[in-house]
């Protein structure tokens, strides 16, 4: 008897967990960008396709009503023709972006579909990216070859440090790879509970990485947008 309420009440739960999780992940009508939980390779780049500034709109906490083009939605942040990022979600009429600016900052938030022009330049890997003060990846050209991928990641005061090297296909605009507890790189999709699993996405101004928090010390992370020195 008491098995058969046990079971019942989990099918009751199942789809209220579920919700929950899904609600948890992208809540409906809010924006904040490229987080852990984004797929890179899911990411578009999109340039400002409009002939003024287009203002970022806010979330549907932040204003009631929200997402619209109404003009209390209006953030005073906003993006001038030309600007490019990186569209993370469709959600309606609106795109979910990240903005990275010429100083460094990161802007985040809803910006009108019209406004925006979807972008698909040829991959260019090289260079050495950054995203913070906590971390860098260095990718190095080679004629015909792989290219040989390099990262660097702190965490805190103390700090906790964390490292990726592999060798990725310099023609691919999307890359994934893996690395070992023994420190070789693996297939992404070999990867163990505990190895370091890496995905990247290569788009115009921006190096888009997630990682699984296996790649360092406790809350290493290379996760995030990272844009060129």
Known sequence: MALTLLRALALVLAPLLLATATSAQSPAGQCHGFGPDDDPSLGILAVVD??????FVANSDEVRGCPSEAPRCARRAFL?????????RRDGDFACV??????????DGWIPLARLMDAFPEPRW???WKRDT??????????????ALSGHATMGPAPNVGGVAARIDG???HVAFAISEA???????KAGQFDC??????????LVVRDNLHCGGLNVTFTGIYVRQ
């Open 50 to 55: 409009s002939p003024d500034r287009v203002r």
């Open 126 to 128: 090289s260079g050495t």
């Open 80 to 88: 001038v023709p030309g600007d490019q990022v990186v569209m993370v």
């Open 98 to 107: 990240s903005f990275v600016g010429g100083r460094g900052a990161r802007t």
């Open 197 to 206: 699993a890496v995905r990247l996405a290569q788009l115009g101004p921006y």
């Open 183 to 189: 420190r070789q790189q693996i297939e992404f999709d």
């Open 171 to 173: 023609a691919m605009r």
């Open 134 to 147: 906590t971390a860098v990846i260095t990718i190095g050209s080679s004629s015909g070859g792989p290219l």
